[in-house]
T-cell receptor, first 115, second 115 residues
Framework: NAGVTQTPKFQVLKTGQSMTLQCAQD?????MSWYRQDPGMGLRLIHY???????DQGEVPNGYNVSRSTTEDFPLRLLSAAPSQTSVYFC??????????????FGPGTRLTVL | AQKVTQAQTEISVVEKEDVTLDCVYE???????LFWYKQPPSGELVFLIR??????QNEISGRYSWNFQKSTSSFNFTITASQVVDSAVYFC????????????FGKGTRLHILP
């Protein structure tokens, strides 16, 4: 198993550009989520999904869109990048809802800089 | 409200000393889960432990131990005989069964183990 993969690892955007951060897992996990990590702020939940076709907002959803058309993939879209979205982005997944018995696995992260 | 507080932003100890990382949480739910994650300098997030609200037994795993006390809403983490490899940022997190098990993280404690 490759686990949770994220692409790209690094990205630089100009203000106003759009892009998609890719996240994929090959563990047949139902639950997937996106976090951003900023210095001194810990990890904050952006969006999450409890299964294909189902998504919901986390703490800081503004400026981001997600979709979950397959169990494996959970892309995060930035529609019009802003400098405030400069951060490290982590994707995570678990077999079932995290509150049951499963470990949440994290991807290696994407470091995004918006100029 | 759902909240996790890690009051210690940064701790430094000399190798072989014991160190305790504090975590205090707030929740209205009776069913919830608490987690600790480690983020070493390489940046990945490593799951350490998950504890559900109905199990107040303390847990020990090698040099790591966790003290869960519902009466004080705390879930503290102790490293015994610390080693330089324990240097990392440690995150405490909470998820509530009634909130789709979204995981909310504390801001983290940066631990420096000095040789």
């Amino acid at each position: 198993n490759a686990g949770v993969t994220q692409t790209p690892k690094f990205q630089v955007l100009k203000t106003g550009q759009s892009m998609t951060l890719q996240c994929a897992q090959d563990m047949n996990h139902e639950y997937m989520s996106w976090y951003r990590q900023d210095p001194g702020m810990g990890l904050r939940l952006i969006h999450y999904s409890v299964g294909a076709g189902i998504t919901d907002q986390g703490e800081v959803p503004n400026g981001y869109n997600v979709s979950r058309s397959t169990t494996e993939d959970f892309p995060l879209r930035l529609l019009s990048a802003a400098p405030s979205q400069t951060s490290v982005y982590f994707c995570a997944s678990s077999y079932s809802r995290t509150g049951t018995t499963d470990t949440q696995y994290f991807g290696p992260g994407t470091r995004l800089t918006v100029l | 409200a759902q909240k996790v507080t890690q009051a210690q932003t940064e701790i430094s100890v000399v190798e072989k000393e014991d160190v305790t990382l504090d975590c205090v949480y707030e929740t209205r739910d009776t069913t919830y889960y608490l987690f600790w994650y480690k983020q070493p300098p390489s940046g990945e997030l490593v799951f350490l432990i998950r504890r559900n609200s109905f199990d107040e037994q303390n847990e020990i795993s090698g040099r790591y131990s966790w003290n869960f006390q519902k009466s004080t809403s705390s879930f503290n983490f102790t490293i015994t005989a610390s080693q330089v490899v324990d240097s990392a940022v440690y995150f405490c997190a909470l998820s509530e069964a009634q909130r789709d098990d979204k995981i909310i993280f504390g801001k983290g404690t940066r631990l420096h183990i000095l040789p």
